[in-house]
């Protein structure tokens, strides 16, 4: 066995059983607050405590970190990362409207300009806890499956299926049991399932990301957008989805199987985007070199 492989097999067995381990640990004493307790703390840091010991001792090295923001060289990621998520809830939340699972209500009642702050708020609650996650995703194992040369499209679907086995204490357990009914018609079972489903979907996009600038940032960009506007949208009342099958798969939010396919083909466009670049970069290499050696006889 590898030492690459070795590596990725300590992660994901340490990534899908801490959640379970931290659960375990607020059996003693139990915390008031599920989220705010000692299992939380273990479940959303022992992914990255891990991948900076594999990275320190167990030979990853730091060389595809990807801490870097390279906006000079990357600034058009950055700019996909900030519409990428509004441009694709706007579609779905056209398609919902033609099939009659989801009204506007909230911003007629509310205006518009209500829905700012809300998402301003939704944003802070979350770009510390997605430090976390994107640099255990795309900081680990997008250029780690990379590195073993996985195809795109296996690396997100291991990498989808990590992430939704990551989640699945936060929904059995951590999540506030309020707050999910709030946010989904489905149960937990079903949306435990449908997230192994969806994550491998939206990993593509984010993986692709994440090679084309090779920085964490955009991602991380691109997931604090994605988790306040659906947060806004739901938790705000802006929205209303029908409390059926339909109104989940047309959500803006983590169970939305329509918004995920439609991420998973931004995703295929720009793997296709990278595949050319990779291409065109030899060609032009190639060109160069032939005319420096003309001008040289």
Same mark, same amino acid.
């Given at each position: ?23 375990? *640990? ?16 273990? /479940? ?17 090295? /730091? ?13 058009? /990621?950055?700019?996909?990362?900030? *519409? ?27 205006? %518009?300009?209500?829905? @700012? ?14 430090? =976390? ?27 989808? %299926? ?28 079903? =949306?435990? &399932? ?9 990993? &593509? ?14 991602? /991380? &960009? ?7 506007? #659906? ?13 059926? =099958? ?11 199987? =329509?918004?995920?396919?439609?991420? #998973? ?26 005319? @420096? ?5």
């Amino acid at each position: 066995m590898s030492k690459a492989i070795r590596n990725l097999i300590i992660f994901t067995v340490v990534a899908v059983a801490c959640g379970f381990v931290g659960i375990a *640990l607020d059996r003693l004493p139990p915390p008031q607050d599920t989220m705010q307790g000692l299992g939380a703390l273990v /479940w959303l840091t022992a992914p990255l405590a891990t991948i900076l010991l594999l990275r320190t001792f167990g030979g990853d090295g /730091w060389k595809d970190f990807g801490l870097g923001l390279y906006l000079k060289t990357g600034w058009r /990621w950055y700019l996909a990362a900030l *519409l990428i998520t509004p441009l694709v809830t706007l579609v779905t939340l056209g398609v919902a409207s033609v099939f009659g699972v989801v009204t506007f209500g909230g911003f007629a009642t509310q205006g %518009f300009g209500a829905f @700012l702050p809300a998402f301003g708020v939704g944003l802070t609650t979350v770009m510390v806890k997605n430090i =976390f996650e994107e640099f255990t995703w795309r900081g680990y194992l997008t250029p780690r499956f990379e590195a073993i040369k996985l195809h795109p499209y296996v690396s997100a679907l291991l990498t989808g %299926f990590i992430w939704a086995g990551w989640h699945v204490p936060y929904y059995l357990y951590f999540l506030n049991r309020e707050t999910f009914v709030e946010r989904t018609s489905l149960g937990v079972w079903e =949306f435990i &399932l449908i997230t192994f489903v969806v994550f491998p979907l939206i990993a &593509l996009t984010f993986g692709e990301l994440r090679l084309l600038s090779k920085s964490v940032w955009p991602g /991380w &960009l691109m997931h604090n957008i994605a988790n306040a506007v #659906s947060l806004a949208l739901i938790s705000g009342n802006f929205i209303g989805l029908s409390r059926n =099958f339909a109104g989940a798969i047309f959500s803006p939010g983590t169970e939305g199987v =329509f918004i995920s396919l439609l991420m #998973s083909l931004v995703g295929v466009a720009l793997y296709q985007a990278r595949k050319n670049q990779a291409a065109i970069l030899p060609r032009t290499q190639t060109g160069i070199l032939a005319f @420096l050696r003309s001008t040289q006889k």
